[in-house]
T-cell receptor, first 119, second 112 residues
Framework: GAVVSQHPSRVICKSGTSVKIECRSL??????MFWYRQFPKQSLMLMAT?????????EQGVEKDKFLINHASLTLSTLTVTSAHPEDSSFYIC???????????????FGAGSRLTVL | AQKVTQAQTEISVVEKEDVTLDCVYE???????LFWYKQPPSGELVFLIR????DEQNEISGRYSWNFQKSTSSFNFTITASQVVDSAVYFC?????????WGAGTKLIIKP
């Protein structure tokens, strides 16, 4: 259980276009979702935290107008890279969090990631 | 402040050797969770283990074992009899109050 589906896994686009990445929780309701960016040979960098029905909280240095995050439902969050440029090329990973009522633990599960290449 | 330190940037061993990946963390939260993830060359993150701050029992899963010591704020990961398929980047992470902090990762290279 607790599967997060992220789509697309790979996307290539032209500079100036917008790209949308979807993150779906398949068998649970994700009250909180996280979006990460990973540069080559580096760790994951948190971009933003989104809670269902409210505006995302962006980390310092992340452009809100560049990286639009929508968390319209408890099972879907989207990241839109607007007017993409080659420097936006990266590996983007989403994560969903929920509290397991039996154990009380915070369960964190990750999507498989989306590799964006902007030409 | 919360912080996760994986001091070993890269480790290279010969197949069948044992290898330990270090993870040291800092947090003021009394309740937190520690994770290890594997990221093979294909890029996806593979969950290995989650440990909460109240459970200091060590865990063994096949060739993998984890040593959690609150006294030294460490959560080290050992692979016994390493195999080439273990080659990957391994991340340690700390989750407290919904803030997830990642270590820089340790690249593990297992040579045949």
């Amino acid at each position: 259980g607790a599967v997060v589906s992220q789509h697309p896994s790979r996307v290539i686009c032209k500079s100036g276009t917008s790209v949308k990445i979807e993150c779906r929780s398949l068998d649970f309701q994700a009250t909180t979702m996280f979006w990460y960016r990973q540069f080559p040979k580096q760790s994951l960098m948190l971009m933003a935290t989104s809670n269902e029905g409210s505006k995302a909280t962006y980390e310092q240095g992340v452009e809100k107008d560049k990286f639009l995050i929508n968390h319209a439902s408890l099972t879907l969050s989207t990241l839109t890279v607007t007017s993409a440029h080659p420097e936006d090329s990266s590996f983007y990973i989403c994560s969903a969090s929920f509290r397991d009522f039996d154990s009380g633990a915070n369960v964190l599960t990750f999507g498989a990631g989306s590799r964006l290449t902007v030409l | 402040a919360q912080k996760v330190t994986q001091a070993q940037t890269e480790i290279s061993v010969v197949e069948k050797e044992d290898v330990t990946l270090d993870c040291v963390y800092e947090t003021r939260d009394t309740t937190y969770y520690l994770f290890w993830y594997k990221q093979p060359p294909s890029g996806e993150l593979v969950f290995l283990i989650r440990r909460n701050s109240f459970d200091e029992q060590n865990e063994i899963s096949g060739r993998y074992s984890w040593n959690f010591q609150k006294s030294t704020s460490s959560f080290n990961f050992t692979i016994t009899a390493s195999q080439v398929v273990d080659s990957a980047v391994y991340f340690c992470a700390l989750l407290g109050n919904y803030q997830l902090i990642w270590g820089a990762g340790t690249k593990l290279i297992i040579k045949p």
